[in-house]
């Protein structure tokens, strides 16, 4: 199938490597950030500012994506609908399973060098936060998203079961972000402990 990446010109080559060069920028300004920063073992540093920055990107394209979400629904526009389902699977599968893994990643990272201890709450919420928002992109979101594209082939975008799934995805992925958020809350807020 002829996608738009097909095409690809100079123009998007440029604007690719723009993109790229940025990137780069922030993570090499960070990383300095991040070992003048003084109060913390370097490494510990680093893994933060590494966890936090992948953490915005998932948890802020995930609010993001749901605002947009609302606002098709609330337009009852079929089309619009499916183009936010279709962007939604994209940036899910490229953008916030890898940036998702990150996170985790970072977060045992920070927790071998540090002394903060497994048995906080702040911890086993993040740990069980992780958990459910893995489980339900395994076992829930991946799947739906697999059938709304088959039933986008066969019966297009905009037939009844098609939008019956695509509304379904798109409720289950708001309680998703919403315990997302609640992680951010309990990280930032650490409470009783
Ligand atoms: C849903 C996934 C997660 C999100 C969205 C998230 C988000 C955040 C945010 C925003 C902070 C900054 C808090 C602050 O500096 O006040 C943070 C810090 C931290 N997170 Fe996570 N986190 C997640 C999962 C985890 C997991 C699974 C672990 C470890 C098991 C973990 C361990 C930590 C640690 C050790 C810190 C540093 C605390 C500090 O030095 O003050 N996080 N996280």
Request: no cysteine; hydrophobic share 55%.
């Amino acid at each position: 199938m002829e996608t738009p990446l097909a095409n690809s010109t100079p123009a998007d080559s440029r604007s690719g490597a723009i993109t790229y060069g940025l990137l780069g920028a922030v993570l090499v300004v960070s990383a300095i950030f991040a070992v003048s920063s003084g109060f913390y073992a370097d490494w510990y540093a680093i893994f933060k500012a590494v966890h936090v920055m992948f953490a915005v990107v998932w948890v802020g394209g995930g609010t993001l994506l749901t605002l947009f979400a609302i606002l098709a629904e609330r337009s009852n526009d079929p089309a619009q609908i499916a183009g936010v389902a279709r962007q939604a699977a994209f940036v899910g599968e490229k953008v916030f399973a890898p940036a998702g893994l990150v996170v985790f990643l970072m977060g045992i990272a920070m927790m071998v060098n540090t002394d903060w201890g497994w048995g906080k709450f702040w911890i086993v919420a993040g740990l069980v936060g992780y958990a459910s928002t893995f489980i339900t992109g395994i076992a829930v979101l991946s799947p739906l998203g697999k059938k709304i594209h088959h039933s986008v082939q066969e019966k297009g975008p905009l037939h009844p079961e098609t939008m019956a799934m695509i509304k379904r995805i798109m409720l289950i992925a708001r309680f998703d972000v919403a315990v997302l958020l609640l992680v951010v809350a309990d990280m930032v807020t650490k409470p009783f402990s």
